[in-house]
């Protein structure tokens, strides 16, 4: 069964920054992609960053230039550093693991980000 398990998320000040994890119960490269996603209280959840299993990255255009996704295919993990903080970032940040017709969730990891 595959599990993904976010971590990394908290509370921080406008400007600041926070990296979240996300770590896979078996290898990432059962994945064809992997991505972030956000839910914020009444919002619809939307993606934040994709990247494919070559490496092919793309973002949100809201996230653009401050959010970096990265995977560490050697850990299982992939990463969301975020960089320069809003507090229109605040929400649920979820991790997704794309399988051929499949997706898999994590449960999320709350960010708060105060003005």
């Known amino acids: 069964q595959v599990q993904l398990v976010e971590s990394g998320g908290g509370l921080v000040q406008a400007g600041g920054s926070l990296r979240l994890s996300c770590e896979a119960s078996?290898?990432?490269?059962?994945?064809?992609?992997m991505g972030w996603y956000r839910q914020a209280p009444g919002k619809q959840r939307e993606l934040v960053a994709h990247i494919s299993s070559g490496g092919s990255t793309n973002y949100a255009d809201s996230v653009k230039g401050r959010f970096t996704i990265s995977r560490d295919n050697a850990k299982n993990r992939v990463y969301l550093q975020m960089n320069s903080l809003k507090p229109e970032d605040t929400a649920v940040y979820y991790c997704r693991g794309e399988r051929g017709l499949s997706n898999f969730w994590g449960q999320g990891t709350q960010v708060t980000v105060s003005s």
């Open positions: 078996g290898s990432i490269f059962s994945f064809s992609a």
